[in-house]
């Protein structure tokens, strides 16, 4: 078992900053790959941003490409999601999510997820 515990949300300004954090517990050998999503009031949960172990690969929604940054620190059993330039359209629930493996593949199921932490942008 892998329990998943995500931090660092809250409430800012459009054009914020923030850094979330999620920490793995539990069963954390890897190699496991590690995503973020997130789910917006009223719409569907969606992908952020992926990282492989390695840290080497990294996949991003189109919506927060060069804003975002994925990464990881495999000897903390954490993986972090920096957000520059926020705007109110990133206002949702976070949630980070572990796929036992190398590389993250989005046709498969993540094996694992968090609870979430929500982030709230004004505009």
């Known amino acids: 078992q892998v329990q998943l515990v995500e931090s660092g949300g809250g409430l800012v300004q459009a054009g914020d900053s923030l850094r979330l954090s999620c920490a793995a517990s539990?069963?954390?050998?890897?190699?496991?790959?590690m995503g973020w999503f997130r789910k917006a009031s009223g719409k569907e949960r969606e992908f952020v941003a992926a990282?492989?172990?390695?840290?080497?690969?990294?996949n991003y929604a189109d919506s927060v490409k060069g804003r975002f940054t994925i990464s990881r620190d495999n000897a903390e059993n954490t993986v972090y999601l920096q957000m520059n330039t926020l705007t109110f359209e990133d206002t949702a629930v976070y949630y980070c999510?572990?796929?036992?493996?190398?590389?993250?593949?989005?046709?498969?199921?993540?094996?694992?997820w968090g609870k979430g932490t929500l982030v709230t942008v004004s505009s």
């Open positions: 999510a572990l796929q036992w493996g190398y590389s993250w593949y989005p046709s498969n199921a993540m094996d694992y």
């Open positions: 539990g069963r954390t050998f890897g190699p496991y790959a």
């Open positions: 990282i492989s172990w390695s840290g080497d690969n990294t």
